[in-house]
């Protein structure tokens, strides 16, 4: 069965960097396309972008460009997101979804990051 | 970007009542490939996101029949048709035929 497996949670200070997996199973990941949402928690899911795992294409959400870079790595069927310079802001939740024709059917359990000093 | 209005931002309900859930978009989400990219989700406390209708009206698989979609253009509706205690948590409608995709803000369905 389709299984995404995230990274786990995340505490990292102001002004670093962090790098979230997205660990996939039971289906072909190197034709398909994988999206990541934000929440930030009691709050909505925002939509950060996504990624075609055949070619590395990428779509980001404006808000999100410059802070959040999306790769694959095909060989492990794994998913990466690079989140840079972390505010309080950043501290969230994060998902992984896999994109199926803007529908999104299969989630990662998510990942907590909290940002503080 | 495309807003996504919820309503009610609370709902209230016994074990067999029948509910309704609007969704209203600021702007059309007729895509120009002829579908309508509006989804609704459901997320119990402490869980992710799991899809429960896409494309307005088309039941994701393993979803009881209890839930329906309907909507076109910029009005949606989710109806329950009897809740169950299993469908306790908060309702999101998502729209993917604007980039960057949006939410809504979030409709919480309580026991009464």
């Known amino acids: 069965q389709v299984k995404l497996q995230q990274s786990g949670a995340e505490l990292v200070k102001p002004g670093a960097s962090v790098k979230l997996s997205c660990k996939t199973s039971g289906y072909t990941f190197s034709t398909s396309y994988m999206s990541w949402f934000k929440q930030i928690p009691g709050q909505s899911i925002e939509w950060i972008g996504m990624?075609?795992?055949?070619?590395?294409?990428?779509g980001y959400n404006q808000k999100f460009k410059g802070k959040a870079t999306l790769t694959v790595d095909t060989s492990s069927s794994t998913a990466y997101m690079d989140l840079s310079s972390l505010t309080t802001e950043d501290s969230a939740v994060y998902f992984c979804?896999?994109?199926?024709?803007?529908?999104?059917?299969?989630w990662g359990q998510g990942t907590l990051v909290t940002v503080s000093s | 970007d495309v807003v996504l209005t919820q309503t009610p931002p609370t709902l209230s309900a016994t074990i067999g009542q029948s509910v309704s859930i609007s969704c209203r978009s600021s702007q059309s989400l007729l895509d120009s490939d002829g579908d309508t990219y509006l989804n609704w989700l459901l997320q119990r406390p402490g869980q992710s996101p799991q899809l429960l209708i896409y494309?307005?009206?088309n039941l994701e698989s393993g979803v009881p029949n209890r839930f329906s979609g309907s909507g076109s253009e910029t009005d949606f509706t989710l109806k329950i048709s009897g809740v169950e205690a299993e469908d306790l948590g908060v309702y999101y409608c998502m729209q993917a035929t604007h980039a960057p995709w949006t939410f809504g803000g979030g409709t919480k369905l309580e026991l009464k």
């Open positions: 979804a896999r994109d199926d024709r803007r529908w999104f059917a299969y």
């Open positions: 990624i075609y795992a055949g070619d590395g294409g990428t």
């Open positions: 494309s307005v009206s």
